[in-house]
């Protein structure tokens, strides 16, 4: 069975679904949230981490991984080929509230 939820908590999901998953993806979490038993599977500080997470930003676990690995979804998220990917939107008035913190392209690999 392959079970895809789309912005669900996992506290709302009933808890043996959640256990008997073993890929697992997180996003942008809300800190009381990222404080639940649910998310376990995250180390603390990829949890802190993810609390800060830029949009677009994912945390994956999967049993091949002995570490959550972090992603990055293309930018426009609907982007299918390299040349979607690589045009930038018009630029947004407001400052970018992200800018400046390390991206997932950041991270130094754990081995």
């Known amino acids: 069975m392959i079970l895809i939820g789309a912005q669900q ?3 709302e999901v009933e808890r043996r679904i ?3 998953c073993s890929v697992r993806v997180a996003g942008r979490l ?3 949230e990222a404080t639940r038993p649910e998310y376990g599977w ?3 500080a990829t949890r802190d981490r ?3 997470a830029r949009p677009g930003t994912m945390f994956v676990t999967q049993p091949e991984i002995p ?3 972090a992603v990055t ?3 426009p998220a609907w982007a299918t080929r390299p040349a ?3 045009q930038r939107p018009a630029p947004r008035r407001e400052a970018d509230p992200f800018a400046g913190l390390p991206g997932a392209d950041d991270d130094i690999p754990p081995f």
């Open 9 to 11: 908590t996992a506290s």
């Open 18 to 20: 959640v256990a008997n």
């Open 30 to 32: 809300d800190p009381a």
């Open 42 to 44: 995250l180390p603390a």
């Open 50 to 52: 993810a609390t800060i």
């Open 67 to 69: 570490v959550p690995l």
């Open 73 to 75: 979804f293309p930018f």
């Open 84 to 86: 979607e990917a690589a």
